[in-house]
C-alpha cells in the first residue's frame, strides 16, 4: 500500500526526518465514540449476536475502524495491512483488514474485532512473518502505516525498527478521568510521521478528516464506507465553486495578444517563470525568469 504523498518517494532510498502531530479529539467527535459504542445495545446488529461486553467494540477499535477506511478512501486499495499492539501482550500485531467501498462502517468495526481476535489468539513476532514473506524490510516492507494504544506493553525494538519503513504511525492515549469528567472519551492521537513525504498540513486533513467520519458515521453505523463524506468546513472552503461564473464569454483574445498587450506596458514585469527539473534530493530548485521584454526579445530575434 503506497498512500498518497505531498512529495516524492524517492526511489531505491529510505530516508526519514520524523515529525510529529499531536491533536485532541474534539468533544463532539467524543461523544461519536460514545454513540457508536453503544449502537448495538440501541440499535442492534444485522447479525444475531449476543449482547455482551466482548462484542461491544472498544473506543480503539472505533478509531482503528475509521483510521483503516479513511486509508482505503486515500488510497482505492481493498487490502490494507496495519502493524498494531496488542492488549493481551507485548507481542505486536500484524493485521490484514479488507474494505469494499459497498461495505458499512459497523462492517468494517466487527470485521476489526475478528482480525484482532484471531492475532491475539495466534501471535507470532515480526521477524518471523516478515521472513516467512521473504520481504525486505527496507524495500519490501509487510505495512507502512501503525496504530498502536500508547498504553499497550510494546517492544521498543520493534518501535525502533519500524520507523524507518513507517510512513504514518499514531499512539491512541486517554488520559486518567474523574467522575467529574464527561462521559465521553477524552482521547488524543499523536501522529508520527515522514516529513520528507508528507507536509504539517496534510497530516491535520487526516486528523480532522478522521474526526469527520467518526461523526458522520455515529449518526449512521451502517452509512457505506465508499460514500461517507470527509471534507471539512474549510477544507470545503479551499475547493473551488463549481456554480461560480468563469467568465468563459469574456473573450480576451489569443494568449500571444494578450501578452503583447501586457508588453506594451509592463516592460519588466514578470512574465515567466521554468523551473529546472531537479535532479538529486538535497539539490536547490533553480528557476529562470522571463520579463515581457525578455519575451518581445525572444520574439523579434526569431521573426
Not at 503506497?2 to 515529525?19: C, H, M, S
Not at 467522575?179 to 504539517?200: D, E
Not at 464506507?225 to 461560480?244: M, Y
Request: with cysteine; net charge negative.
Amino acid at each position: 500500500m503506497f498512500l498518497p504523498t505531498d512529495y516524492p518517494r524517492q526511489v531505491g532510498a529510505n530516508k526519514v526526518i520524523e515529525a510529529a502531530f499531536v491533536g485532541n479529539l474534539s468533544e463532539q467527535t467524543s461523544l461519536a465514540l460514545l454513540k457508536l459504542t453503544l449502537h448495538r445495545a440501541e440499535a442492534g446488529d444485522e447479525c444475531e449476536e449476543p449482547c455482551n461486553a466482548e462484542n461491544t467494540p472498544s473506543t480503539f477499535d472505533l478509531l482503528l475502524a475509521a483510521f483503516t477506511t479513511l486509508l482505503h478512501r486515500y488510497t482505492g486499495d481493498t487490502e490494507v495491512t496495519i502493524g498494531s499492539s496488542s492488549a493481551e501482550s507485548s507481542t505486536p500485531l500484524i493485521l490484514r483488514l479488507t474494505v469494499d467501498p459497498a461495505d458499512t462502517f459497523w462492517t468494517i468495526v466487527r470485521r476489526v474485532q475478528e482480525v484482532e481476535k484471531a492475532a491475539n489468539a495466534d501471535p507470532s513476532p515480526y521477524e518471523t512473518i516478515a521472513e516467512a514473506l521473504h520481504r525486505d524490510e527496507d524495500h519490501h516492507p509487510v505495512f507502512r502505516v501503525c496504530f498502536f494504544d500508547e498504553t499497550d506493553r510494546l517492544h521498543e525494538d520493534f518501535i525502533r525498527s519500524t520507523r524507518l519503513i513507517s510512513d504514518l504511525t499514531i499512539f491512541v492515549t486517554r488520559p486518567p478521568a474523574t467522575t467529574r469528567s464527561s462521559l465521553a472519551p477524552q482521547i488524543s492521537l499523536r501522529i508520527l510521521y515522514n516529513s520528507l513525504l508528507f507536509s504539517p498540513v496534510r497530516i491535520s486533513f487526516i486528523f480532522d478528516q478522521l474526526s469527520v467520519l467518526l461523526r458522520k458515521v455515529a449518526a449512521n453505523p451502517n452509512a457505506l464506507v465508499g460514500s461517507v463524506p470527509l471534507l471539512t468546513p474549510s477544507q470545503w472552503e479551499r475547493l473551488p465553486d463549481l456554480t461560480a461564473d468563469l467568465h468563459w464569454s469574456d473573450w480576451k483574445g489569443a494568449i500571444t495578444d494578450v501578452f503583447s498587450r501586457d508588453a506594451k506596458c509592463f516592460l519588466d514585469r514578470t512574465c515567466i517563470i521554468q523551473s529546472t527539473p531537479v535532479t538529486t534530493l538535497n539539490g536547490p530548485q533553480e528557476s529562470l525568469i522571463y520579463t515581457y521584454g525578455d519575451w518581445i526579445a525572444c520574439r523579434m530575434s526569431t521573426s
